[in-house]
Each structure stands twice: as structure tokens, then as C-alpha cells.
């Protein structure tokens, strides 16, 4: 089960206590601003893309969507979101539960900087009913190497 991984993996930073695990389901933004009361651009969610066969990791805030225009400038490719089937093979994670934590060393992970516009952020734990609550800089340190990017854009709602 992934949150269990998720949940070794954050005890090795103290952090493990923290996950908030949900009676309802926390797969879309919408559901996990339901679940923790809380606005839905707060929610970390993250998107999983095939980059010239490599898998990388976006973690964005839950009212931004890809920019297009950010995201080619940066990659140097077309944005190409995983399927499902292989979200769940390259990062260990189903839809819905995808988090930034516990996936394989060979994933890079992006923080997109639309996170830094609030003081704490609820990222999935690898379950469609998981969050823990972290500050953008707590992000990035229980993140395996990650890199701050600017490739969204707030979508009109």
C-alpha cells in the first residue's frame, strides 16, 4: 500500500504523525479542500509527465494548471501527463494518492513556485483519503532533491 511507504518514508524526518488520513475520499482537489476545510488552491497536487522518457513530478498549488507556454520553454517538450496505469508504474503511487514522497529515486520532482504564495500547503500521502500539512520550505526539504520551477498559471475557475 502506498501510504504505508509514504508513511516509512516520512518518519525518517519526524513527520509520519502528521498525515491526516480522510473517512471520504481526497483523490481531486476539490474533494481534499472538502476533506481538510480548507480553500482548494491550498491542496499540493501533484502531476506526473513523461519528459523525453524520463518521469517527473510537478507539485502545484490546486487552482493553477499547467502552462503550456512555461512548461515547453522549460522542458523543451510538449507537456505528456502519465495515464493512469502509468502513473501508478513509474512513481508508485495510483492516481488520486500521488504525492512527492516515497517514489522512486529516478523520478524528478518539481515544486512549482505557485506554492509559495501561502504559509502551509496540503499535499496528498499516497492515498486517495491522505494530506499532511507542510510549509512550502518543509516541502522542499522532505522532497528528494527537488527544484523550484515557474511553469503554471492560476486557471480561471
Same mark, same amino acid.
Given at each position: 500500500?502506498?501510504?504505508?511507504?509514504?508513511?516509512?518514508?516520512?518518519?525518517?524526518?519526524?513527520?509520519?504523525?502528521?498525515?491526516?488520513? &480522510?473517512? +471520504?475520499?481526497?483523490? =481531486?482537489?476539490?474533494?481534499? $479542500? %472538502?476533506?481538510?476545510?480548507?480553500?482548494?488552491?491550498?491542496?499540493? *497536487?501533484?502531476?506526473? &509527465?513523461? +519528459?523525453?522518457?524520463? =518521469?517527473?513530478?510537478?507539485? $502545484? %498549488?490546486?487552482?493553477?494548471?499547467?502552462?503550456?507556454?512555461?512548461? *515547453?520553454?522549460?522542458?523543451?517538450?510538449?507537456?505528456?501527463?502519465?495515464?493512469?496505469?502509468?502513473?501508478?508504474?513509474?512513481?508508485?503511487?495510483?492516481?488520486?494518492?500521488?504525492?512527492?514522497?516515497?517514489?522512486?529515486?529516478?523520478?524528478?520532482?518539481?515544486?512549482?513556485?505557485?506554492?509559495?504564495?501561502?504559509?502551509?500547503?496540503?499535499?496528498?500521502?499516497?492515498?486517495?483519503?491522505?494530506?499532511?500539512?507542510?510549509?512550502?520550505?518543509?516541502?522542499?526539504?522532505?522532497?528528494?532533491?527537488?527544484?523550484?520551477?515557474?511553469?503554471?498559471?492560476?486557471?480561471?475557475?
Amino acid at each position: 500500500m502506498s501510504i504505508t511507504q509514504v508513511r516509512q518514508y516520512l518518519q525518517h524526518f519526524n513527520a509520519d504523525s502528521r498525515i491526516r488520513e &480522510f473517512e +471520504v475520499s481526497s483523490a =481531486t482537489v476539490t474533494l481534499a $479542500a %472538502a476533506a481538510l476545510s480548507c480553500e482548494p488552491c491550498r491542496i499540493a *497536487k501533484t502531476l506526473a &509527465f513523461d +519528459v523525453k522518457g524520463e =518521469t517527473i513530478l510537478i507539485v $502545484a %498549488a490546486g487552482d493553477c494548471k499547467i502552462d503550456n507556454g512555461k512548461y *515547453k520553454n522549460f522542458f523543451q517538450t510538449k507537456a505528456k501527463m502519465l495515464s493512469a496505469e502509468e502513473t501508478l508504474v513509474r512513481t508508485g503511487h495510483a492516481v488520486g494518492g500521488v504525492c512527492p514522497f516515497a517514489v522512486p529515486e529516478n523520478v524528478r520532482i518539481y515544486l512549482d513556485i505557485s506554492l509559495k504564495r501561502f504559509s502551509t500547503v496540503f499535499p496528498a500521502c499516497g492515498s486517495s483519503n491522505s494530506a499532511i500539512e507542510v510549509t512550502p520550505e518543509e516541502l522542499e526539504h522532505l522532497v528528494n532533491n527537488p527544484e523550484w520551477i515557474d511553469v503554471c498559471k492560476i486557471s480561471a475557475s
